[in-house]
């Protein structure tokens, strides 16, 4: 193999750069160069006036430098260009002028589409299921969802702690797009009394219901935890005319959030002081977990010994505790089985 080329892609995840890290210390083993490329497929397209604005050849001391780093190294982003086919034949151009043999792509379900593309335009391409919202059904983790979960966990135990100290229930919005597993995952571990996942449907009227049981058996700090998605399985609810008609100044097809379904809760439970926090950013810039570290190492590691061994066109994952891989294709067709067992207990239905 003559280069290989690594990039992070789409969302930011905690962990990445340790993956790039075991990339570069696998390479390294072997001698084969490692070509950082910036921003996502963006540094593919050679829309910066320097090519170093784009790639960068990745030398161990300097990659060895940001393992303890959050964040990503390389930047990421999201490519419009890479939609059209044309754009792909052009990045696919530039790896092969660059001589890079093989590609890691970091990233979500999205950048593995754009590797699969490479792929058929014959750019050997592994992926690494690089975020946080650990919403690819065919592995069991996906890197910074650890991390994701505990950040998360440690703001809702503050919050329960304030919550109890002034008996005010509380709404927690925590991220995961599409998936409610950071959600799910957070409540479990906190001891949260109702979870709002965008996988199940759910009225604002039976949450209140539930939060006045809770009130009336003398739980004031109940904590609501809602997905970020959890908004579009809701029930219809005229917030405009509920919030307008208990004297909440609130404007026609303005969007329910957090905020405003405590606002909600608390006009429906006897004017509870509820409140709620967005958790936000913070679960995407937190230094990895240890158990993220280690699964980016291995996948890492596994993503240049595949490349290095011909094999292309696979994504690396976690099965049963261990670190596999399967083709692109295939782990792209798995669907996703939501937890609702677990969900049931927390919701207590
Ligand atoms: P994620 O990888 O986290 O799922 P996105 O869905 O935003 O994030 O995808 C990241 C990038 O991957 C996009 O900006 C685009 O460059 C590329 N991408 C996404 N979907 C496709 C597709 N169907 N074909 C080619 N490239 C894609």
New binding site residues.
């Given amino acids: 193999m003559k280069k290989i080329g690594v990039l992070t892609?789409?969302?930011d995840a905690p962990g990445m750069n340790a993956a790039v890290v075991a990339v570069a210390l696998n390479a390294a083993m072997y001698g084969i160069p490692l070509v950082g490329i910036k921003r996502?497929?963006?540094g593919l397209l050679r829309k910066s006036e320097s090519l170093s604005d784009d790639m960068e050849e990745l030398r161990l001391d300097t990659v060895l430098d940001i393992a303890d780093r959050p964040g990503t190294y390389l930047r990421t982003?999201?490519?419009?260009?890479?939609?059209d086919p044309q754009w792909?034949k052009f990045a696919a151009d530039t790896l092969r002028a660059m001589d890079i043999g093989g590609l890691v792509v970091i990233?979500?379900?999205?950048?593995?589409?754009?590797a699969?593309?490479l792929c058929h335009l014959g750019i050997p391409c592994i992926g690494i299921p690089?975020?946080i919202?650990n919403?690819l059904a065919y592995t069991e983790m996906t890197l910074g969802y650890d991390t994701a979960v505990n950040v998360c966990v440690d703001a809702v135990r503050a919050i329960r702690a304030t919550s109890r100290s002034h008996d005010r229930p509380h709404v927690v919005e925590v991220m995961g797009r599409h998936c409610g597993d950071i959600a799910l995952t957070t409540a479990v571990s906190t001891g949260a009394e109702i979870v709002l996942v965008p996988e199940v449907r759910w009225s604002v009227e039976k949450v209140a219901a539930r939060l006045r049981e809770q009130i009336a058996k003398g739980n004031y700090r109940t904590t609501i935890i809602v997905a970020e998605g959890c908004w579009e399985s809701m029930e219809p609810f005229d917030m405009y005319t509920f919030l307008n008609a208990h004297g909440k100044r609130c404007y026609e097809g303005e969007p329910i959030s957090a905020y405003r379904f405590a606002s909600i809760l608390k006009r429906m439970c006897g004017n509870v002081e509820a409140r709620a926090t967005v958790i936000g950013y913070t679960q995407r810039g937190e230094q990895p977990t240890a158990r993220d570290s280690a699964f980016a190492f291995e996948a890492g590691n596994l993503a240049v010994r595949l490349l290095r061994d011909g094999i292309s066109n696979q994504v690396v994952g976690m099965r049963e505790g261990k670190v596999f891989y399967m083709s692109i294709d295939e782990a792209l067709k798995e669907k996703r089985h939501f937890r609702r067992e677990l969900y049931n207990l927390v919701n207590r239905m």
């Fill in positions: 892609s789409g969302g996502g497929y963006n982003a999201r490519c419009a260009e890479f939609m792909r990233g979500g379900d999205g950048s593995f589409q754009g699969r593309h690089g975020t919202d919403d």
